[in-house]
């Protein structure tokens, strides 16, 4: 994300508040819910489920911006969770 970016972003946050964004969020999760369910049924297009990703991860950011604006516990949790999916999943660990 760049500066300017991260700028717009927060201005967004503070002007619309964190309940709003949590409602956002919500919306934004159900519409690419919404998406990927048609998409099993090969009634959505990639390009359709991109731009729901665009604007999950853009209200996302938001989020992470009020609940860990240092981004370190979301980061450490990242890291535990993927090695995590690395040693069961992908090592095969988990037989
Ligand atoms: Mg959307």
């Not at 201005?11 to 969020?25: D, F, H, P, R």
């Amino acid at each position: 994300m760049t500066a300017k970016e991260r700028d717009i972003l927060q201005s967004n946050l503070s002007k619309q508040g964190i309940e709003t964004e949590i409602s956002v969020a919500i919306e934004e999760a159900a519409e690419l819910t919404k998406e990927l369910t048609k998409k099993l049924r090969g009634m959505s297009s990639d390009k359709k489920i991109c731009e729901e990703i665009a604007d999950l991860q853009i209200v996302l950011d938001q989020l992470t911006m009020y609940f860990d604006p240092d981004d370190e516990k979301i980061r450490l949790f990242r890291q535990f969770k993927i090695k995590r999916l690395d040693m069961f999943y992908v090592k095969g660990d988990h037989q």
